[in-house]
Antibody, heavy 121, light 111 residues
């Protein structure tokens, strides 16, 4: 079955960096758009970034533009999120999700189980 | 403050019908962008429930249905079951933000 598994979360100090990974299986990874979505406690999800199948199209939300970098390695069916200059407000569970590109509003399915990132001194 | 507005909570008795509204604006739902819905059970990741306003993935029971009109969309659940207790989120695209946006979520309680 289609599966996405995140790793790399943890506790980091403000201003620090962290790299998240997401391993995909059960689908044609190299033909799929993929995304990173986060959810702070008690809030709705927030789409942070997504990357095209070949990596030549990338979207970033304004909240992370210039600080976070999405990338992928299709040879290893892996998606990454490099997070720099982390702030307390970046504390959240981070999910990777496959993107279905539609003519009107992309959707996300499935999602991984998530990895918790805590930014605190 | 989410771009898409949902009531914090709704409730219903087993077997009843409930609806969850999602209100947007002229830069998202009102501009004609599709609405999708997700169900998040406690401690788990969101799962796609409705896509393209009205379409259900094959694994989703027909008790769940979606609709859209003007600047709003709605999720309806008929024949409520205890296992439907969850958070429900709507999602669309916003042209002002140039990206996908989510609602703040609605907690469904089955009394």
């Amino acid at each position: 079955q289609v599966q996405l598994v995140e790793s790399g979360g943890g506790l980091v100090k403000p201003g620090g960096s962290l790299r998240l990974s997401c391993a995909g299986s059960g689908f044609t990874f190299s033909a799929s758009y993929l995304s990173w979505i986060r959810q702070a406690a008690g809030e709705g999800p927030e789409c942070l970034s997504y990357i095209s199948d070949s990596g030549d199209y990338i979207y970033y939300a304004d909240s992370v533009k210039g600080r976070f970098t999405i990338s992928r390695d299709n040879t290893k069916s892996s998606l990454f999120l490099q997070m720099n200059n982390l702030r307390a407000e970046d504390t959240a569970v981070y999910f990777c999700a496959r993107v279905t590109v539609a003519g009107s509003a992309n959707w996300f399915d499935p999602w991984g189980q998530g990895t918790l990132v805590t930014v605190s001194s | 403050q989410s771009v898409l507005t949902q009531p914090p909570s709704v409730s219903g008795a087993p077997g009843q019908r409930v609806t969850i509204p999602c209100t947007g604006s002229s830069s998202n739902i009102g501009a004609g962008y599709d609405v999708h819905w997700y169900q998040q059970l406690p401690g788990t990741a969101p799962k796609l429930l409705i896509y393209g306003n009205i379409n259900r993935p094959s694994r989703v029971p027909a008790r769940f249905s979606g609709s859209k009109s003007g600047t709003s969309a709605s999720l309806a659940i008929t024949g409520l079951q205890v296992e439907d207790e969850a958070q429900y989120y709507c999602q669309s695209y916003d042209s002002s933000l140039s990206g996908e946006v989510f609602g703040g979520g609605t907690k469904l309680t089955v009394l």
